[in-house]
């Protein structure tokens, strides 16, 4: 025999072997040579899979507020050092990275995520650490909600923020009847629960909900089913490689002629990934670099880090660089004013403070659930950017306040208890 | 609910269609040289970016249709020559770590030559309306597809029983060492055959780039089903190959309309079934492998 011999059961061995590597490729490798008093922050981002994107991006945020304090001479004398770590997209991985990062590498607090599931498996983790978590980048409400810790800060916005903050706008504009393609995890749902609530308010109806398994390729047995629902507004929920699927398939379908089209929320990301004919709707917005309504008027923060943000990664920042910025400039802030490092003593000293930062207006972290406070903002894309500025795809038309569209604290309190030790 | 049965096994044909073809490739290279290709994906995703590239320079997309996947199939036999070949005197898991780790190589190469965000990518002009089935309307691209996909499978089918190195070819999966001695230069052969492997993902990645997204993890996402399609199919078997990728198109398009939770798992659940029953699969012939 030339070849070896293969048949069906080691095939299925083999096969089986190949899948069950690529979920668990080796964890980590040990950091040699690292500075001995520099002050470490955990970044934990999904380098690869299919949220690599924006995790770059907030990487680079994270990375433009490090860069800043270390040329302020650093937090309390000593060098801001991150220490990445590839979460890949899975919760499991990510709790025995948290672990790795704090056990081993010693740092002083923990950042990052974009996934919710993966979100609420480092702050679990992190709080039985007793360590900082920055989530910087997860949404599900959970995080700041019943499953919130005193440990835990979520500076993106919740999902109760997106639904609110969109569901009122979209349903004077397009009416009440709706369709909507969740994904199917932690995300999804927690975004069916806000829009729900949305609807019970004002009395609208949703006349589909199609749950579409994270990493979903082909959306045509969702869409079909949107014809017979005949609703007035096809609300995409679904996020990254998922959105850009789904638009452009709806678009195939002529779907995006017929409906008007929208959700709450749409990422730069996926958006620059779709082809121009299929950029359509009105959608949430977190943050958006070229905007007097995102940023504010003359503020000089905002307008030089989109700057810097631009001449140095070649391309505008998104609300992901937003997000890591703000995450880590607040963080060590807070460092440097209290003196400390003490996770609890740290919390206290990140509380209910009102800053300003690269957004319009001012902010703060909740000191009931611990979710950052700030606008929320609604766009209509354009999708074709504007002359002389392909990436410029949103045109910012509403704003809302955070009280108006976060869930009241005597509501957070009755599902969120921080547990301070 | 029944109204939409028309449209779902539609959708689920046109599905089916793509993971048969995926399939076939695998199997052509799996039935002669027992080499399980967990980077076929990449192929994929390779001949998607490089009809992008090449439809970005301005050139139209029919050009891409037919270059790219020859692309793809240049890398392929580079692949195959430097890579693959070494490791086909040893067991099969060698060439499946081998090739698994090329899939991640891959990913992370065009993570870094197109960026970690999809780029914008459609089918050509002429086919980006929908047309009226009666029962429902249906994007003129996934007809298209469909079109090009049965003729590709009518072609090989053609290829493969009416030519002479179709007919070296099946021989060569009967007994290698037979044709061996009969004079067959059989490297040549495994070469050849890996190309053509290759040219079938490669054709079917620009399409499912148009259709879909193009990410750098869009051809691997499209890969576990089509190794479940072989599955199903049997291994060997070329045809078997067809009816698993339609049987498992149809099966995800149908649990989406009647128990849309099970979607994923249906797949998973058929070939469950059919193994118990048949544990060769539909089509799969006894002893090929040996």
Not at chain 1, 292 to 309: H, I, R
Not at chain 2, 54 to 65: D, E, K, N, Q, Y
Not at chain 2, 154 to 180: H, K, N, P, S, Y
Not at chain 2, 275 to 280: E, G, K, Q, S, T
Request: aromatic letters at 10%.
């Amino acid at each position: 025999m030339i070849r070896p011999v293969l048949n069906r059961r080691s095939f299925v061995t083999l096969a089986g072997a190949g899948t069950a590597a690529a979920l668990g490729i080796p964890a980590y490798l040990p950091r040699i040579g690292e500075a001995a008093d520099a002050l470490k922050i955990g970044l934990l981002e999904p380098y690869t899979g299919v949220y690599a994107g924006p995790a770059e991006n907030e990487t680079a945020g994270y990375q433009m507020a490090a860069d800043a304090w270390n040329k302020r001479g650093g937090v309390m004398g000593r060098k801001v050092e991150l220490v990445k770590e590839d979460e890949q997209n899975d919760p499991g991985v990510a709790a025995q990275k948290a672990r790795k990062l704090v056990n081993q590498d010693k740092v002083v607090a923990l950042c990052g995520t974009v996934s919710s599931g993966v979100s609420l498996s480092v702050a679990g983790v992190s709080n039985s650490l007793g360590t900082l978590f920055m989530d910087s980048g997860g949404h599900s409400d959970d995080v700041t909600g019943k499953s919130c810790h005193w440990n835990v800060f979520r500076t993106c916005h919740s999902t109760w923020m997106e639904t609110h903050a969109t569901g009122y706008s979209l349903a004077k504009r397009f009416g009440k009847r709706w369709f909507m393609i969740t994904p199917d995890y932690a995300y999804g749902h927690a975004l069916e629960t806000g829009f729900k609530d949305v609807l019970g308010r004002i009395g609208g109806e949703i006349v589909g909900n199609e749950l579409t398994p994270l990493g979903t390729t082909d959306f045509s047995s969702y869409l079909t089913k949107i014809d017979a629902a005949k609703p007035t507004l096809v609300l995409v929920l679904v996020q990254g490689d998922d959105y850009t699927n789904c638009l452009k398939q709806m678009n195939q379908f002529g779907l995006l002629k017929k409906y008007a089209v929208g959700g709450p929320q749409v990422e730069l990301e996926p958006l620059y990934g779709l082809p121009p004919e299929a950029r359509e709707g009105y959608w949430g917005v977190e943050w958006y670099y070229k905007s007097e309504k995102t940023l504010g008027k003359n503020n000089k923060l905002a307008t030089d880090f989109v700057a810097e943000s631009t001449k140095r990664f070649g391309k505008p920042p998104t609300a992901r660089n937003c997000f890591g910025y703000v995450t880590l400039d607040r963080l060590l802030t807070a460092m440097a004013e209290a003196k400390t490092t003490d996770p609890v003593k740290l919390a206290r000293a990140i509380e209910n403070v009102r800053f300003k930062s690269i957004f319009n207006g001012t902010a703060y972290y909740r000191k009931e659930d611990h979710q950052l406070m700030w606008p929320m903002w609604v766009a209509k894309i354009r999708p074709n950017g504007t002359p002389g500025d392909k990436f410029d795809l949103f045109d910012v038309t509403d704003i809302q306040a955070p009280e108006a569209v976060e869930q009241s604290i005597a509501d957070k309190e009755k599902v969120c208890k921080l547990g301070y030790t | 609910m029944i109204e939409h049965l028309g449209p779902q096994l539609f959708n689920g044909l046109v599905l089916g269609a793509f993971y048969a073809i995926v399939a076939i490739g695998l199997s052509l290279i799996m039935n002669l040289t027992g080499t399980i290709n967990m980077a076929h994906g990449s192929f994929m995703t390779l001949a998607g970016y490089v009809a992008f590239t090449i439809v970005s320079r301005g050139m139209p997309f029919w050009v891409a249709l037919i270059v790219a996947p020859l692309i793809a199939v240049v890398v392929g036999v580079i692949v195959e020559r430097t890579l693959v070949r070494p490791l086909y005197k040893r067991e099969p898991f060698y060439s499946l770590l081998m090739t698994f780790g090329l899939s991640l190589i891959a990913e992370e190469a065009y993570r870094l030559i197109w960026g970690p965000n999809g780029v914008p990518f459609s089918g050509p002009k002429e086919l980006s309306g929908a047309v009226s089935l009666g029962f429902m309307t249906f994007p003129t691209f996934r007809l298209f597809i469909v079109a090009v996909l049965v003729i590709a499978m009518i072609a090989l089918a053609v290829f493969l029983t009416r030519t002479r190195f179709g007919l070296r070819l099946r021989a060569a999966v009967q007994d290698t060492e037979m044709i061996a001695a009969l004079g067959t230069n059989t490297q040549v052969l495994y070469m050849i055959n890996f190309g053509l492997g290759i040219f079938l993902a490669g054709i079917a990645g620009v399409l499912a780039a148009g259709m879909l997204g193009l990410s750098p993890t869009s051809g691997n996402q499209l890969l576990m089903p089509a190794f479940v399609t072989v599955i199903i199919g049997g291994m060997g078997s070329l045809f078997g190959s067809i009816v698993g990728g339609v049987l498992i198109g149809m099966a995800i398009s149908m649990t989406t309309l009647f128990i849309p939770a099970a979607s994923e798992v249906s797949m998973y659940i058929l070939m469950a079934a059919v193994l118990l029953v048949r544990p060769r699969g539909l089509f799969g012939e006894e002893g090929i492998f040996g």
